[in-house]
């Protein structure tokens, strides 16, 4: 059984930074591709960004050069780095993980945490 738990959010100003992180028991997160995903009031879930079990990245658009996916093996945590935040930012941000399928922005699997929300100010 895989659980994750996101935690960093919080209010921040336009042109801010928050440090989101997502941690796993049950599993060990290393063999693993992890993305993120987000859930804007009244839209649907989109993702962000995704990192495979060797460091390979890949972003959405609209957050390249501003967000940076990492993961740190030993602590089993997957860190999302926001920096330059603007209003449009603002949503539930999830982590989600699956031992089964290679998880991409493209194709999420099965398992997601309870999400972490972060809100931007103007």
């Known amino acids: 059984q895989v659980q994750l738990a996101e935690s960093g959010g919080g209010l921040v100003q336009a042109g801010g930074s928050l440090r989101l992180s997502c941690a796993t028991s049950?599993?060990?997160?290393?063999?693993?591709?992890v993305a993120w995903y987000r859930q804007a009031p009244g839209k649907q879930r989109e993702p962000v960004a995704a990192?495979?079990?060797?460091?390979?990245?890949i972003y959405t658009d609209s957050v390249k050069g501003r967000f940076t996916i990492s993961r740190d093996n030993a602590k089993n945590t997957v860190i999302l780095q926001l920096n330059s935040l603007k209003t449009e930012d603002t949503a539930v941000y999830y982590c989600?993980?699956?031992?089964?399928?290679?998880?991409?922005?493209?194709?999420?699997?099965?398992?997601w945490g309870q999400g972490t929300q972060v809100t931007v100010s103007s």
């Open positions: 990192i495979t079990s060797d460091g390979c990245t």
């Open positions: 989600n993980t699956d031992p089964s399928v290679l998880v991409t922005i493209a194709t999420p699997g099965d398992y």
């Open positions: 049950g599993t060990a997160l290393s063999p693993n591709a």
